[in-house]
C-alpha cells in the first residue's frame, strides 16, 4: 500500500500570502500525484494533474511540484475564495488513495 | 458538457438494503472509469473502487470488498453502489467522479445516513 501524509494538517494565512502544502508518499511514486480543492459543501475539484499540470480554468497562482515521494502545492497569493481543504493523491497503482488533507483558513 | 448526476439523499435504518446512481452525460460514458469515493462528514476521502462501464471490469478498496458492489447500465449512461445490508457506520457522503488520471468531474455527492 501507497500511504500519503500532508503537512501541516491546517493553517491560517493572510491574503496576498505565499502558501505551500506538501504531501509525501511512503514509496517512490514518480509524478503520480494529484491535487484537489474542496470547499464546505461541495464536492472536491481536481486542481493539479501528474503532479505539476494545471487543470483548464484553475488559476495560475496555484502551481505544484515534486516527484519521487516529496511533493509541493503552492498559492503564490492566497484570496479569500482559495479557503478550503486540498488533498493528493496518488495514482502510481490500481487503487487510487488520498492523503489527509490540509486546511487552510484566512487570518 | 461533462457531467455526472448523483441520485438524492437517503435516509435507512440499520440492516436495510440500498442502491444509489450516478448518471454521466455529454461524454462515451462507456470508455472511462467511474470511481465511487466516500467521505464521512467533516473526515478525509476514501475510494472504494473502480468500474469500467464498457466490460464491467471492478477494482475494489480491500477496505470495501464485500461490503458494497459497483454495478453500471451502459444503455442508462448510470452506474450504481449497492448495499446489501446497511450499518450506522456507513453514513457517509458517496461520490462518483471520472477517472482519466486525475478524478474529474465529480457529481454532487449522495448523502446516505444509516440510523434506527
Known amino acids: 500500500d501507497i500511504r500519503l501524509t500532508q503537512s501541516p494538517s491546517s493553517l491560517s494565512a493572510s491574503e496576498g500570502d505565499r502558501v505551500t502544502l506538501t504531501c509525501q508518499a511512503s514509496?517512490?511514486?514518480?509524478?503520480?500525484v494529484n491535487w484537489y480543492q474542496q470547499k464546505p459543501g461541495k464536492a472536491p475539484k481536481l486542481l493539479i494533474y501528474g503532479a505539476s499540470t494545471l487543470e483548464a480554468g484553475v488559476p495560475s497562482r496555484f502551481s505544484g511540484s515534486g516527484s519521487g515521494t516529496d511533493f509541493t502545492l503552492t498559492i503564490s497569493s492566497l484570496q479569500p475564495e482559495d479557503v478550503a481543504t486540498y488533498f493528493c493523491q496518488q495514482f502510481d497503482n490500481v487503487l487510487p488513495s488520498f492523503g489527509p488533507g490540509t486546511k487552510v483558513d484566512l487570518k | 458538457e461533462v457531467q455526472l448526476v448523483q441520485s438524492g439523499a437517503e435516509v435507512k435504518k440499520p440492516g436495510e438494503s440500498l442502491k444509489i446512481s450516478c448518471k454521466g452525460s455529454?461524454?462515451?460514458?462507456?470508455?472511462?472509469?467511474i470511481a465511487w469515493v466516500r467521505q464521512v462528514p467533516g473526515k478525509g476521502l476514501e475510494c472504494l473502487g473502480l468500474?469500467?462501464?464498457?466490460?464491467?471490469?471492478?477494482t475494489y478498496n480491500p477496505s470495501f470488498q464485500g461490503q458494497v458492489t459497483m454495478s453500471v447500465d451502459k444503455s442508462l449512461n448510470t452506474a450504481y453502489l449497492q448495499w446489501n445490508s446497511l450499518k450506522a457506520s456507513d453514513t457517509a457522503i458517496y461520490y462518483c467522479?471520472?477517472?482519466?488520471?486525475?478524478?474529474?468531474?465529480w457529481g454532487q455527492g449522495t448523502l446516505v445516513t444509516v440510523s434506527s
Open positions: 468500474i469500467f462501464p464498457g466490460d464491467s471490469q471492478r
Open positions: 467522479a471520472r477517472e482519466e488520471g486525475g478524478f474529474d468531474p
Open positions: 514509496h517512490e511514486i514518480s509524478n503520480s
Open positions: 455529454g461524454y462515451d460514458f462507456s470508455n472511462y472509469w
